[in-house]
């Protein structure tokens, strides 16, 4: 091992010069710190602070004010100050990828002591897991010891929308070395969001991993889009420049779209189809989406009736009226033309319809409308409601049962 | 477009609740923003700081003491505040992507208007870019209106490691709609340093993209792979979890290695022209990487001489001596090992090997011995100069050069 030591002790004498040159800093602090318990401390230093908080979905939710009525919101809690150093200590805390950010003197900060991060949109949150055992949600979220998929990013030209796009494709470990062909999960993302959210906040493809290596999910490709029609791939990977994102993703970054996401979606399953070595036809083809991209399932289901045999609605954000006279989120009014296609896409039964929300989810009422036309035409479907919001914890709970029932 | 109008009507509504239970702040500043004379102006909404300053590699060097003597450091400049916001216009800046951060009342704060960031090792910094005209470093660095290569995180079996290993592989534009052969670059990063490196601060497939588009670069393979032998992947992206990552990304995170970067690098290699269509033979393949990187692409040249027409050592951190004698970056000692085989890579004459370095390194003297024991052999080699120091704004530029030297 000579060789290694000598370049070791090379590189010893580098850092500081690194240190200086490449602006980077952090300190020795350790944050945060999964303690044997099951708490989670947190250490901040800020000798000048007068008030440091922190803010977490760990922490209980509050109600607050907002122009739309009384809302939940993540909690805060404050961090006690010791010779400059700030800290926190949370209770026992379940299997969970829990997000935060500190507030120091009213201004949000993170953690420097933490490189795990998501983008959110516009803004980051830390992140870390807490896992108990194999198989929980901390578990299924972890990057474990097993085979591991390769994750792309991919462009390709959609004929609909006339521009190159990028999208993230999964593949299973062991896809380049085999023969097989594979069915595809075609897995959409909300408003705000693009081809980077669900490998990332949504933990894809660790879930993917763990359920197949565990033997619950069959090996599958997974396709994550850009549903944002006017938009080439996330922020600061096209040519429109490092804009700021913005919730309204289809409005920033570039000209209006000149079709919809769910009229180019055969030039996505075209192009997999094509690229990649997959079971064809309707039988192994699934569609899921969370929120805005719920919609997009939703829409694109009901559109192309023969394409997908599975489709996932999680918290979606339903439209029975395509008709553009109800520009609201009530679904008590349907026009006839979704009522046609609704009708052909049931009788052709699908395997899994399958519809799930958080009981406080705003979009409950929506989802709830919906449900109740189903219900009133006797088309079938499956339903599943928890607990919460509109939040990621949820969809990364449903994409792990939702995968579970996939072509099998 | 009166479905898009609804969606885009439904989803105004889901904003705010959003907002809450994602964790997302951001305020409607915008920072930084490119003027149209090429400065740039920062604006930081802080009406508690008291002093509000910021660092970044646009501003002038300053000398810092250091257990290592006096270094360069990255200048400081202050904000002024006007009603709670802080802003700072530089000067006109040349085209370049620039890095920088605040720092308020001491803490080194990211700013919370600009999701554009890229790890180096522990911490974060953010990045801009300024470009002027078609061909400079900024357009070159930029994502620009060109075909684009896809970039895939692929995970491969060594051998001589013993472990799964995960790698950066861009594929330029076509590559999946061809059946073209193509050569491969394997481009190594620095101590501290992952596969994810070149993709981000290395700005590797922007400028693949660009230099292949402007017809200054041959199509290629771009291999970017992991340095650590002790790891299998980029921190967080293997099972040791989510630790603190550490310049000395060799002894962090994991077992020590069963053996060695250059040792395992035939199975990288081995994997790539098993699972592309590339061209074989050392003709079509070149090798290079910044500081410990090049400090690899110099031994992995050196052990197999007839791997690599191309070799590249960028700021590399050269040893001389592989008896495990001189522990040092001292040059001056030369084994009869390594004689004999920089004697035998070098009647083999490789199509390029390439030294470059910036002027106030701190390998500069350890490269300049090197290419002292060069010429006393009468041995062929290029060398480029540049101004600066160790830093990833060189790297840019020494891969910018490099790439437009291959396979011609």
Redesign the interface.
Known sequence: M?????????????????????????TDL?SPEINADGTVTFRYS?????KVEI???FLPNVK?K???GE????GKAVLKEEKGVWTYTTSVLAPELY???FI???????D?????MC???????N???IEKEAGDKGDLY????V?????????YWSQALQI?R?MTVYTP?GY?DSKEKLPVLYLLHG??GDEDAWPTLGRAAQIMDNLIAMGKVKKMIVVMTNGN?NCE?A?????A??Y??S??G??VGGKA?IS?M?AHFPDVVNYVEK?YRTLTGKKNRAICGL??GG?HSF?ISRDYPDMFNYVGLFSA?I?L????E????DNKKIDSKTEEQLKTLFAKKPALYWIAIGNTD??YQNNADYRKYLDSKGYNYEYVETDG????RNWRIYLTTFAQRLFK
């Open positions: 000579k060789k290694y030591l000598l370049i070791l002790c090379l590189f010893a004498l580098v850092a500081p010069a690194f240190a200086q040159e490449a602006l980077f800093s952090g350790v800020n000798p000048k602070a007068v803010t977490g979905d607050v907002t122009p739309f809302q939940e919101s993540a997000t935060y950010k120091v003197d009213g201004q949000e900060t993170l420097p002591n933490n490189v795990y983008r959110d949109i516009a803004s980051y949150t992140i870390f897991i972890s990057v474990n010891d085979p591991h998929g390769n994750v792309a990013k991919v462009w190159n990028r470990a380049e408003a705000g029609p791939a922020p600061g990977e096209w040519s420049g490092m700021k994102p919730f309204m289809h409005t779209p919809t769910q690229h929120s805005m919609g829409m954000a439209a009226d395509q008709t553009g109800a520009l609201t989120m705003f979009l919001g509109h939040i990621w």
